[in-house]
Every structure is written in structure tokens, then in C-alpha cells.
């Protein structure tokens, strides 16, 4: 199984940064971060090919960042400008969920592994 470990959340003001990273445990494919809050739907962020080829959500486009060094198994998200709205839990994902192939790879439901999740907290 793959283990995956989120760290790099916190609290910050409006306008700052925060860097997440994941290390994923034996596994060097694609991945994807998402992210939920309270009453919401749980919500694809970024994502990273295994050719490294990057999709965003037109909400993070020109902020955020995604990244993966496949010698440490681990996966980066750059968040910069960050804004209220953008607080939530952020949780990263990896590895294709049996019958998920045509799914997006910002669809929570293309994925089979998932880390525990890092609290963002932006405040205004």
C-alpha cells in the first residue's frame, strides 16, 4: 500500500504563502492535491502528470504551484496570494482507482490513495 504523508499547513494572513509537501511512500506517479471545507465539496486543486504536465483550478490559476521530486517521493504545493477562501483541509492523492481511467484528474474519484490531510487557515 501507499503511505502518504501531509505536512507545510498553518495559518497565515491574507496575501501570504504556505508550501505543502506530500511524501508518497514507493510511488513516483501522478498525484493531485485537493482540498475541502466545512459544508463543502471536496475539491481538486492541482494536479501533476508523470511527465510532469500540470492542471489547475481555474480558482488557484497563477498562485498555487504544483511540483514532485521523484527521488524523494515527495510532492510540493506552492501556495502564494493566498486568500480567506482558500482555507480549508488540503489533502494530496495519488495512484489510478480501479475503472477510473477517463476520470479527471481533478476528480476526487480518479484516485486511490489519499494522506490524512493539512489544515490552511487564511484569515483576512
Known amino acids: 500500500a501507499v503511505r502518504m504523508v501531509e505536512s507545510g499547513g498553518g495559518s497565515v494572513q491574507a496575501g501570504g504563502s504556505l508550501r505543502l509537501s506530500c511524501t508518497a511512500s514507493?510511488?513516483?506517479?501522478?498525484m493531485a492535491w485537493f482540498r475541502q471545507s466545512p459544508g463543502k465539496e471536496r475539491e481538486g486543486v492541482a494536479a501533476i502528470d508523470s511527465d510532469a504536465s500540470t492542471s489547475y483550478a481555474e480558482s488557484v490559476t497563477g498562485r498555487f504551484t504544483i511540483s514532485k521530486d521523484n527521488a524523494k517521493n515527495t510532492l510540493y504545493l506552492q501556495m502564494n496570494s493566498l486568500k480567506p477562501e482558500d482555507t480549508a483541509s488540503y489533502y494530496c492523492a495519488a495512484g489510478l482507482r480501479r475503472g477510473a481511467l477517463y476520470a479527471s484528474v481533478l476528480r476526487d474519484l480518479r484516485y486511490a490513495h489519499w494522506g490524512q490531510g493539512t489544515q490552511v487557515t487564511v484569515s483576512s
Open positions: 514507493g510511488y513516483t506517479g501522478p
